[in-house]
């Protein structure tokens, strides 16, 4: 495997991992901004409608046309949020043209999809095409509501808008419903052409062998672009309440949920997740074996370290009648790790499955494409055999002291109508 990042001009970056095993090749381009509630919606929007049609295959019909002619080739978008950071993505995935039974360059055809969407979209310089335009609307509205139908997720959305309150973080990278329900045809072209100008641009192309043919076309491609970017801060630490903040609210579910958020000045990220390892993050971990397991005080217990915000979250499905013992007993099994007492096994056990998570990457040109982001956005390239080395590295003392970094933010729950 080969890893090699180029710096274009305008804050953009190509780079390119070489794997003789596989016998695809994909490209991802991720535009990346701030978290803004105003906006989100129309980035959304605005980069969305490009997977569903461009100048050329002006239906999404006719651009599915194309790409199953292309030997089933994929071509999609997609939007996350990372801490402060929104990133919208559009990317494609194609067999490599020494597999083409006639000899075809799928290569080159693919590219023209790729960079047809993003440079001549199906739209009159004003506003989308209305056909595309209503398609991705309707798609991103039914995330927003899938969103809200899943409770427990919705619960950690609702969570991070208490502990963020005030911060970009706060935000979904979907915007509301009542921010999608406004976007228009020209507003999000007008974010497209903004995203184009002003996002930091990061292309990552994967493939099984170099090609200087498509490092030249993207160079070629981008660098026509009028920029004006600057780049962005991929860490952001959240300040710690003065005081524990409880919110509550009633809805329409079967099973209350209740969410803790803990914030962290530690930078030590590997004794970090470690400890949420051990505290949370595995079926052998201190609060599955123990306040669910052992006790039965929820129906799920789990923590996730959210490294951008140098915050963890715990979160869980619990009754009503339940829920002080259950937060007892959640912050009774941090207090476990503070003074010591965990288990060269549950250290070995947490080690054990950040080395099977790790030993993973590679396995598919999807898992590269976000490793390498991540190590980007982390300022550290390294490979997950150099990762795992780190972990191994981290003493008890350290998990130790990093739990102990850990302070109570805010709660969150989520209470049943039903139960009083």
């Known amino acids: 495997m080969k890893y090699n990042r180029q710096e274009l001009a305008g804050n953009i970056g190509f780079s390119s991992v070489v794997d003789p095993k596989f016998k695809t090749n994909s490209i991802v381009i991720r535009f990346i901004t701030e978290m803004n509630s105003e906006t989100s919606a129309d980035n959304a929007v605005g980069v969305g409608v490009l997977s569903s049609s461009n100048s050329r295959y002006k239906t999404l019909a006719q651009l599915n046309e194309k790409l199953s002619s292309l030997y089933g080739a994929s071509f999609s978008s997609a939007v996350k949020k ?242 002080e013992k259950a937060e007892a007993e959640i912050l009774r099994q941090l207090d476990e790790i503070r003074a010591g007492n965990f288990t060269d096994d549950e250290l070995t056990n947490a080690l054990v499955s950040i080395e099977n998570a790790l030993m993973t990457i590679g396995d598919t040109p999807s898992s590269y494409s976000m490793w390498y982001f991540e190590r980007f956005c982390e300022g550290n390239i390294i490979t997950p055999e150099q990762q795992l080395e780190e972990y191994r590295s981290v003493t008890r003392e350290r998990i130790i002291e990093a739990s102990k970094s850990l302070k109570l933010d805010s709660v969150y729950l989520m209470l049943n109508k039903e139960a009083k």
């Open 82 to 323: 990372r801490g402060d950071i929104q990133i919208l993505s559009v990317g494609a995935s194609w067999i490599n043209n020494r597999y083409a039974i006639d000899g075809e360059d799928i290569t080159s055809e693919m590219l023209d999809i790729v960079c047809g969407s993003v440079f001549s979209p199906n739209a009159d310089g004003t506003r989308f095409d209305e056909a595309s335009f209503r398609i991705t609307k309707k798609d991103l509205l039914d995330k927003i509501e899938s969103e809200i139908n899943n409770k427990r997720g919705y619960a950690l959305s609702r969570a991070s808008e208490v502990a963020f309150r005030g911060e970009p973080a706060e935000n979904s990278c979907y915007g509301t419903k009542e921010s999608a329900e406004a976007v228009t045809s020209e507003s999000a072209y007008s974010a497209y052409k903004k995203l184009l100008k002003e996002a930091q641009i990061e292309i990552f192309y994967i493939a099984p062998e170099e090609s200087e043919k498509v490092q030249e076309r993207i160079v070629k491609e981008f660098s026509v672009l009028e920029r004006n970017s600057a780049g962005r801060s991929f860490v952001s630490p959240s300040k710690l309440k003065s005081e524990t903040e409880r919110v509550s609210e009633e809805l329409d579910v079967n099973q209350s949920k209740m969410v803790l958020s803990f914030k962290t000045d530690s930078d030590d990220k590997y004794a970090l997740k470690l400890l949420s390892m051990i505290y949370g993050e595995t079926p052998v971990s201190k609060l599955f074996m123990n306040v669910r397991e052992k006790m039965s005080l929820c129906y799920y217990c789990a923590s996730r370290l959210v490294s951008s915000k140098k915050a963890l979250f715990v979160d869980s499905g619990v009754e009503k009648s339940n829920i």
